[in-house]
T-cell receptor, first 113, second 110 residues
């Protein structure tokens, strides 16, 4: 079975540009999570969905960040406008449970110049 | 806010050595998970411990959950270069999502 699929793997953009990260969770998983990983702060939960509905977005840094899950097989994380401090690796993960085993994608490494 | 402190932050050892890394909190967790993350990849679950005092073994890796379910340790016997990676602990409690520690970066040199 395919795991969690993220795209793009790498993104380099200039400050002020819009960035869209994409995620396809494992089929049948009811929970989808977006995390950001940096050396300084580790893994931070940005937002999670249950059955395509956003449940907790308290980790989203500011209004420049938004996430959607239009159906059970697709989610996006958008940053508009992007800033250099947004540079990080963004992970999508899916699970059968809210606090169960997380299955992570390979991540999207974002560099904002 | 529940916090998980992992120590050490970084560990560099030679192949064949033994090591222990720690995951500590002042909060009680219903379960605790350990993940390993290799460079350029996402974390992968190694084990879940749920009972205070529980010990689980995975080949050369031994995981222990503290009696009070506030801490955990991971012991690796005869480390190998393939053990290199970032080891993350994550705790579950109540109706919250997982709380992750910042991890221990392990480098095992041949």
């Amino acid at each position: 079975d395919a795991g969690v699929i993220q795209s793009p793997r790498h993104e380099v953009t200039e400050m002020g540009q819009e960035v869209t990260l994409r995620c396809k969770p494992i089929s049948g998983h009811d929970y989808l999570f977006w995390y950001r990983q940096t050396m300084m702060r580790g893994l931070e939960l940005l937002i999670y969905f249950n059955n395509n509905v956003p449940i907790d977005d308290s980790g989203m840094p500011e209004d420049r960040f938004s996430a959607k899950m239009p159906n059970a097989s697709f989610s996006t994380l958008k940053i508009q406008p992007s800033e250099p401090r947004d540079s990080a690796v963004y992970f999508c993960a899916s699970s059968n449970l809210r606090a169960g085993e997380l299955f992570f994608g390979e991540g999207s490494r974002l560099t904002v110049l | 806010t529940q916090l998980l402190e992992q120590s050490p932050q970084f560990l560099s050892i030679q192949e064949g050595e033994n090591l222990t890394v720690y995951c500590n909190s002042s909060s009680v967790f219903s379960s605790l998970q350990w993940y390993r993350q290799e460079p350029g990849e996402g974390p992968v679950l190694l084990v879940t411990v749920v009972t205070g005092g529980e010990v689980k073994k995975l080949k050369r890796l031994t995981f222990q959950f503290g009696d009070a379910r506030k801490d955990s340790s991971l012991h690796i016997t005869a480390a190998q270069p393939g053990d290199t990676g970032l080891y993350l602990c994550a705790g579950a409690s109540g109706y919250s999502t997982l709380t992750f520690g910042k991890g221990t970066m392990l480098l095992v040199s041949p």
